[in-house]
């Protein structure tokens, strides 16, 4: 049987992004999150991608979490 992993085109909420290192929080429309990191990247993707605005923690380095519902 196929195991079919979510990518962020089937979330179906808001993707919240925060900073553990400084406390930044931000919310991205599906959409901005599907046109930033692309629709088919799987959840464990995410992090490696971002990077926080403000004290410029990355997330492959353990700093950012992500929550979306899916």
Same mark, same amino acid.
């Given at each position: ?24 929080? *931000?919310?991205?429309?599906?959409? *901005?999150?599907? *046109? ?35």
């Amino acid at each position: 049987m196929a195991h079919i992993w979510p990518t962020l085109r089937r979330i179906k909420s808001d993707l919240t992004i925060t900073c553990r290192r400084c406390g930044n929080r *931000q919310v991205w429309p599906r959409a *901005q999150a599907i *046109q930033v990191l692309g629709g088919e990247t799987l959840p464990h993707q995410i992090r490696g991608k971002i990077r926080c605005d403000l004290c410029g923690a990355r997330g492959r380095d353990g700093f950012i979490d992500t929550d979306a519902r899916m």
